[in-house]
């Protein structure tokens, strides 16, 4: 820096004068630490936006959640029985369909109970439809080909049947609009499916 100094001595005082004021301009203009950080992406907002959504909720969504996690998590288990057993092509796809969808529903909502501070399950005596015996599981494991087929077909359409009665009644008394919307999911998906598999039925 010396050797410097000596060769531009005017050059390197210019620099540093015009260096000083434009920090001192960027000083004036910033005296606010988190300008320019009020569009939602600062903590505290981030903060308050997910306080506000954990607050947004009601008994009807609770109950919702807290059903339709074992409800779905039947699905998934008679979905699993299809390996090894099931025989026709359309029952494959919509086993795979089932996997796909409902594993991620289940994830969001322990994520939903967990922000409510809610637990996962309050039991099973909520008088859940369309839930499996395990008599009803039994059969069906112990099921090949095309009666596993014909079976697993008139089982989930009943299974369906009950997630869709209760995603209705969540349309209806909840107060989470995104437990709302995922109820509205759940209507349409299973019954397309529901009507999928009437047509299997038909068929085997």
Known sequence: MRTFRKRAPRALALTGAVTAA????AACGNDDPMKGMDHGGSPASSS???SASAGDFNDADVMFAQM???HHQQALEMAKLADGRAEDADIKRIVAAVEKAQDPEIQKMKTWLKGWG???SAGMDHGMTGMMSEQDMK?????KGKDFDRKFAELMIAHHKGA???ARQ???NGGNAEAKALAGEVVRAQEA????LGKILDRL
Do not use: G, H, S, Y
């Not at 434009?22 to 301009?25: D, I, Q, S």
């Not at 499916?193 to 999928?196: L, R, T, V």
């Open 22 to 25: 434009a920090l001192l301009l």
């Open 48 to 50: 308050a936006a997910a």
């Open 68 to 70: 339709m996690i074992p």
């Open 118 to 120: 809610k637990p996962e």
């Open 139 to 143: 059969d069906l494991a112990a099921a």
């Open 164 to 166: 869709v009665e209760m």
């Open 170 to 172: 969540e349309q209806k």
């Open 193 to 196: 499916e529901i009507a999928e």
